[in-house]
């Protein structure tokens, strides 16, 4: 069955450690998105990338960074330099020109 | 300025009740798709339905319904019948711009609307 797979979907880290989170899709999307979602405050946007080896930045991009060296894959990392990390985080997919976005099952990042 | 307001923060009702979930949106593009998605506790996004800004015809998919007027730019969204599982939260988007250009457009988010049916 094509889908997004995250992976864990629970993360625990100390503080001033990077970690990077997973996010591979089979789906044959070419665009994909990392959004973070807080208690209250919806979806914002991280990152995106339109096609391989390109990203964007998205409305809160700072302390945060990805690759996109393949396809299927768009891990995000989360820097020391993010102030305020714990969240729950959703990778998503789609065609450009399509609008019909499918998102992952999401980690929970938890940082101590 | 994008925006996308869903004034309803939480709603309980009994099951079998009908409930209405409002969203209201802000945008001064031409072309716009609408959006909403059901959030389970299990925390994962589930397309329900997207709507172009040229297409005012109400959309039925089995319990669930759509009201789209663009001159009062809402998106609401019922559910008829409710169900213990339809209890989730709710959130409506809007994507601007011309998505027929390969630009994928990124998707601007209500709050979210917390619903609770309740046996």
């Known amino acids: 069955d094509g889908g997004i797979t995250q992976s864990p979907k629970y993360l625990f880290r100390k503080e001033g450690q990077n970690v990077t989170l997973s996010c591979e899709q089979n789906l044959n999307h070419d665009a994909m998105y990392w959004y973070r979602q807080d208690p209250g405050q919806g979806l914002r946007l991280i990152y995106y990338s339109q096609i391989v080896n390109d990203f964007q930045k998205g409305d809160i991009a700072e302390g945060y960074s990805v690759s996109r060296e393949k396809k299927e894959s768009f891990p995000l990392t989360v820097t020391s330099a993010q102030k305020n990390p714990t969240a729950f985080y959703l990778c998503a997919s789609s065609i450009p020109g399509t609008s019909g976005t499918i998102f992952g099952p999401g980690t929970r990042l938890t940082v101590l | 300025a994008q925006k996308v307001t869903q004034a309803q923060t939480e709603i309980s009702v009994v099951e079998k009740e009908d409930v209405t979930l409002d969203c209201v949106y802000e945008t001064r593009d031409t072309t716009y798709y609408l959006f909403w998605y059901k959030q389970p506790p299990s925390g994962e996004l589930v397309f329900l339905i997207r709507?172009?800004?040229?297409d005012e015809q109400n959309e039925i998919s089995g319990r669930y319904s759509w009201n789209f007027q663009k001159s009062t730019s809402s998106f609401n969204f019922t559910i008829t019948a409710s169900q213990v599982v339809d209890s989730a939260v709710y959130f409506c988007a809007l994507s601007g711009g011309d998505v027929n250009a390969g630009n994928n457009r990124k998707l601007i988010w209500g709050l979210g609307t917390s619903l609770a049916v309740n046996p």
């Open positions: 709507r172009n800004s040229f």
